[in-house]
Nanobody
Framework: QVQLVESGGGLVQAGGSLRLACSPASGSISSYDITGWYRRAAEKQRELVAIIARGGSTNYADSVKGRFTISRDPAKNTMYLQMNHLKPEDTAVYYC?????????WGQGTQVTVSS
């Protein structure tokens, strides 16, 4: 059962930008204590990219600091990941995550491919 729906992935050249979006299939994005983006590159483990708490505090992986920005728009019921200055090593499937005290919810993933 799909809980979160991602969009915005695609193919981009190195140095380019993409914006990912994530919305709940039902309910409110504000119902999650923390929402975030994770990614899994080929033959690697899933890793944290960025998270944002309900109050607005954020945290980023060192590899994306200064290039990626996570945000949440309750009016549009959507979370975003603005990715600038993309590098080939950012190529991965990006997953949206919603965390509550009871459990974690995941999207199906969206592919981001950065060509050199």
């Amino acid at each position: 059962q799909v809980q979160l729906v991602e969009s915005g992935g695609g193919l981009v050249q190195a140095g380019g930008s993409l914006r990912l979006a994530c919305s709940p299939a039902s309910g409110s994005i504000s119902s999650y204590d923390i929402t975030g983006w994770y990614r899994r590159a080929a033959e690697k483990q899933r890793e944290l990219v960025a998270i944002i708490a309900r109050g607005g505090s954020t945290n980023y992986a060192d590899s994306v600091k200064g290039r990626f920005t996570i945000s949440r728009d309750p009016a549009k019921n959507t979370m975003y990941l603005q990715m600038n200055h993309l590098k080939p090593e950012d190529t991965a499937v990006y997953y949206c995550n919603g965390h509550t005290r009871r459990r974690d919810y995941w999207g199906q993933g969206t592919q981001v491919t950065v060509s050199s």
